[in-house]
């Protein structure tokens, strides 16, 4: 079922959000390492956006952040000083413009309705300088009950994204956090 944005920003006014692993997943805080620190990055549909606020505190100075529910924001805001108002971008993650070098995928993909994949990628693709990435989790399985959260299978992601992107890795994570050990697909992948 596709779900509004009110909707969503109820569930952070009533700090009802259990996808929220209240940390940076390990195996993000290992693409976040390896990156320089004036990389633009995007983070569609971030929540509290615990990887923004590890970037902000290591350094970055072109992070973003999208969602459209506003309370989700109330976060980030308590927990760094110095987050440029600028880089929080409230709205929908389909509208918007801009140039990054890198989007950074956490629970966003399954979050949208399984019908707006292709519209996904598209907007990753506009949104991307040349040469520009894509990478986070993605879930590796299909889930028993109507999502969100929506999962899918390496093979439904290859041939989606295959057409609009070089698929540089997508393999079981390693390190991920207990509850999602065994079904989280790390993935690298670069603008056509
Ligand atoms: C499952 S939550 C994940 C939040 C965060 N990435 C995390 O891991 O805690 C999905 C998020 O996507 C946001 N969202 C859903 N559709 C969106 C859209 N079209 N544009 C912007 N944000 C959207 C929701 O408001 C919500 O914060």
Redesign the pocket.
Known sequence: ME?T?EY?NSRYQENN?P???CQVSPAIKKIIEGLDKNTSVLV?????AHEAIYMHRAGFKNVFV????EA?FRYIREKTEGFPESHLLCG???LLEGAYDLILE???FC??DPSKRTDYLLTAKRLLKDGGMVAGLLFASHFPKQG??FGGTKEEYLDLFKPHFDILSMELAQNSISPRLGNELLFKMKKK
Do not use: L
């Open positions: 779900r944005a969503w959000i996808w929220d692993i569609p549909g971030a929540g509290h999208c969602d459209w529910a989700s929908d993650f389909f956490q629970t966003f979050a949208i969100p959260p």
